[in-house]
T-cell receptor
Framework: GENVEQHPSTLSVQEGDSAVIKCTYS??????FPWYKQELGKGPQLIID?????GEKKDQRIAVTLNKTAKHFSLHITETQPEDSAVYFC?????????FGAGTTVTVRA | DARVTQTPRHKVTEMGQEVTMRCQPI?????VFWYRQTMMQGLELLAY????????DSGMPKDRFSAEMPDATLATLKIQPSEPRDSAVYFC????????????FGPGTRLTVT
């Protein structure tokens, strides 16, 4: 099955700085790559996604890039704010089945 | 706004008891997923349904877990008998395939088996 690795496991950034989380996947047939944000006591919230026919996608302060050749994709958060503090998960899928990374705990220091 | 709902939000039970978790997918969504989240294993897919038909339950321990979708607005996950190792947060997610790949998660049921 698909194997997704995510780095770093923890990330501390100063408010206003950028945060970058990187993921790699194993199966070249994967075609959908979502990112989820999970706050304490809540379910994962879909924040952005990208399909394999697109190299980059941006939504306000969040952007995702995909390198199919290298089989890696990244989440970029610019101008970080305290409310960006959460656990972020990347995932990859072939069809309906999502395989998740282990998560990155992001802390934004005020 | 449209959300996935799950009940109960918390459940504490003794080993050997039956546990039933319920999920109401977003209205109009045709695909429902059950996930389990633990510190050790992270987020794991247990089973999923499309148009109420089970598509895959290979992630689920068959001897004690069962998942059903009695109608389009209700999905259930049962554990019988429950064991301490089943303690986890169980999430339901829904989506509308093949038109979209997005999966929207509910708030989860935190299960503790003593």
């Amino acid at each position: 099955g698909e194997n997704v690795e995510q780095h770093p496991s923890t990330l501390s950034v100063q408010e206003g700085d950028s945060a970058v989380i990187k993921c790699t996947y194993s199966d070249s047939a994967s075609n959908y790559f979502p990112w989820y944000k999970q706050e304490l006591g809540k379910g994962p919230q879909l924040i952005i996604d990208i399909r394999s026919n697109v190299g980059e996608k941006k939504d306000q302060r969040i952007a995702v890039t995909l390198n199919k050749t290298a089989k890696h994709f990244s989440l970029h958060i610019t101008e970080t704010q305290p409310e960006d503090s959460a656990v972020y998960f990347c995932a990859a899928s072939i069809g309906l089945e999502l395989s998740f990374g282990a998560g990155t705990t992001v802390t934004v220091r005020a | 706004d449209a959300r996935v709902t799950q009940t109960p939000r918390h459940k504490v039970t003794e080993m050997g008891q039956e546990v039933t978790m319920r999920c109401q997918p977003i209205l109009g969504h045709n695909t429902v997923f059950w996930y389990r989240q633990t510190m050790m294993q992270g987020l794991e897919l247990l089973a999923y349904f499309r148009n109420r038909a089970p598509l895959d339950d290979s992630g689920m321990p068959k001897d004690r877990f069962s998942a059903e979708m009695p109608d389009a607005t209700l999905a259930t996950l049962k554990i019988q008998p429950s064991e301490p190792r089943d303690s986890a947060v169980y999430f339901c997610a829904s989506g509308f395939f093949p038109q979209g790949y997005e999966q929207y998660f509910g708030p989860g049921t935190r299960l503790t088996v003593t």
